[in-house]
Structure formats: structure tokens, C-alpha cells
């Protein structure tokens, strides 16, 4: 499966973005799918996940409240909508999928990867 991240940008403290991950190839249906992040001199780490039928969400402490991770099986595409973001919310944003979906929050776990989008945050 081919992942093409988007709807990065730049955005005041205290706004909103929300990012979308367009999958190609095999059926979407059939992966996971994950949000990781990032950030200047920093590990990638995870964002939020979400199981193939939509059923179950995960997310990570500092982020939940605030961002909302959803699926378009239909359309193909994984969102995060993110709200009330802080500038130690910059980083650039990656989608992520996996074949079994357990909510895992390791790098190594996903298979496939997006290009990345830039989500900066000024204070």
C-alpha cells in the first residue's frame, strides 16, 4: 500500500489542522493505520492509531483530548484533526499501516510509510 500524507502547514498556537492520508495499492480496508510524529532532533513517536474497521482508537496521553484520529474506507483515507495545538506540537507527520493492527506504539511494528507532512506551530 502507497501512502501520501498532506494537509500540513502553519498555524498559531491554540488552532487547528487537519491532516489526511491518502492510501493506493491493496485494500485499505485490510490495514491498520497510525499517526507518528516527528519532531527537531527528536525520535519518531506515536501519534494515535486506529484499527481497520474504526472500532477501536488509540492515542498517546498528551495527545488525547485534543486530536482525533478517523477512517474514510470508502475514500481510502485516514484523518487527524487536531485542535488546540502547541508549538511542541511541531514536527512533521507521518502515516503509517500495518496489516494487524494491536495499537502498537513502535516504529517497527508499521510496514509502510508516508512521505511525511510539516506541521509547525508558532507560539
Known amino acids: 500500500v502507497q501512502l501520501q500524507a498532506c494537509g500540513g502547514g502553519l498555524v498559531e498556537a491554540g488552532g487547528s489542522l487537519r491532516l489526511s492520508c491518502a492510501a493506493s495499492?491493496?485494500?485499505?480496508?485490510?490495514?491498520?493505520m497510525a499517526w507518528f510524529r516527528q519532531g527537531p532532533g527528536k525520535e519518531r513517536e506515536f501519534v494515535a492509531g486506529?484499527?481497520?474497521?474504526?472500532?477501536?482508537?488509540d492515542y498517546t496521553d498528551s495527545m488525547k483530548g485534543r486530536f482525533t484520529i478517523s477512517r474514510d474506507n470508502a475514500k481510502n483515507t485516514v484523518y487527524l484533526q487536531m485542535t488546540s495545538l502547541k508549538p511542541e506540537d511541531t514536527a512533521v507527520y507521518f502515516c503509517?499501516?500495518?496489516?494487524?493492527?494491536?495499537?502498537?506504539?513502535?516504529?517497527?511494528?508499521?510496514?509502510?510509510w508516508g512521505q511525511g507532512t510539516q506541521v509547525t506551530v508558532s507560539s
Open positions: 486506529i484499527r481497520l474497521s474504526g472500532d477501536r482508537t
Open positions: 503509517a499501516a500495518t496489516s494487524y493492527y494491536t495499537g502498537s506504539r513502535y516504529v517497527k511494528n508499521y510496514a509502510y
Open positions: 495499492g491493496r485494500t485499505f480496508s485490510s490495514y491498520g
